[in-house]
Structures are given as C-alpha cells and as structure tokens.
C-alpha cells in the first residue's frame, strides 16, 4: 500500500533571501526529512543552486498570475468514466495508467483479485474468441500485465494495463494528464 505523507503548501516566500514570491515569478519546492517528518521550502529561481543534498524530492513551479483562471480536479465520478473510455484509445495506455494510478491514490479505486471460479475479467467468452487469442498470443510477444481495479464510485470493475514510462516521457504525459483531469473553475455552473 502506497503511503500518504503530509506536504505542506507553498508560503510563496523565497526560503534563501526571505522574500514574497511574485505573481508569475518561478521556483523550486525541496522536500527534506526533518525528524520523522517532511519539510517543504521553497527557493527563487534567481537563488537556486541545485538541491541540497539531502533533499528527498524537488520540482519547478510557478506562482499564478491573478488574472490566470483556476482550475479544480474534476469529481470522481468524472474521472473514473475517463478511465473506462480511454480503453478504447490504445494510443492513450500511459495516461490512462497514470490515471489509474492517480485514482488509486485518491481512493477512488481500489485493487481487487481476479476471480477464482470461472472466466477472469475481460476472458473470451466464446471457443471462437478463445480460439482467436490463443492465435493472437502464440507468437512472441510477451503476456500483458493487468490491474483488475473497483470503482468506489459506483463498484463497477475494469481491467488496466501495467505499462511502462520512460523518464524522457514523463513531462509530457504529466502536462497531457493534467489537461485531462483539471478544469477551469470559471466553466463549471453554479
């Protein structure tokens, strides 16, 4: 099981010349440990001089200019219906494995185990289909890795593949991510 840390939120102050950040101004966020806990701090670009080291984790950001809109993760409900329609999209396997994953972490998912009895989830149904993936699967490439994960949402069950990413994909499925599950605060009806 995946543990929860508490992070504390940006102070929007440069932590080396204690200043106020300014809207738009960019920054680096460092995690350290400090006595069994997490501490956070944030540093002006202008102040960085790489992480120190013994930083368990560092990311740039940005602070938001006021005139930006804000944006809110979308509800559960909306996202767990993106992760069952992204399995039609096989171009979309990372991103939705990164949703899966982010899902889980929400708890809005959870791992359940394959069936005992009968045919496993997402299995041919027919001799004819069974027949097809026998076919489709003698050659050589290598068996999929599945989750089988429940929706806490309405306890429906799907099948996501275990894919892997590599680091140099990794900014661009974390931008592609963030626009599929984020929305404009301004959008949403009152």
Request: proline content about 8%; aromatic content about 4%.
């Amino acid at each position: 099981m995946i543990g929860e840390y508490k992070i504390n939120r940006t102070t929007r102050r440069c932590s080396v010349g204690d200043r106020p950040l300014e809207p738009g101004e960019v920054y680096y966020s460092v995690v350290t440990e400090a006595d069994e806990d997490f501490k956070r701090v944030d540093i002006a670009a202008d102040a960085w001089t790489g992480p120190p080291e013994d930083a368990i984790g560092w990311w740039k950001n940005r602070v938001p200019r006021a005139e930006e809109k804000k944006r809110e993760i979308a509800p559960p409900e909306v996202l767990v219906e993106l992760l069952r329609s992204m399995a039609e999209q096989p171009a979309a396997a990372k991103s939705r494995f990164l949703l899966a994953l982010l899902l889980l972490r929400k708890r809005h998912l959870k791992t359940v185990d394959p069936p005992t009895s009968g045919s496993p989830m997402g299995a041919p149904q027919s001799d004819q289909e069974l027949k097809s993936t026998n076919e489709a699967t003698a050659g050589n490439s290598p068996p999929r890795e599945v989750m089988l994960l429940q929706s806490n949402v309405d306890q429906s069950t799907m099948e996501v593949e275990v894919v892997a990413i590599a680091s140099s994909e990794a900014s661009r499925l974390q931008d592609e991510l963030i626009d599929l599950i984020y929305r404009d605060v301004d959008d949403v009806p009152e």
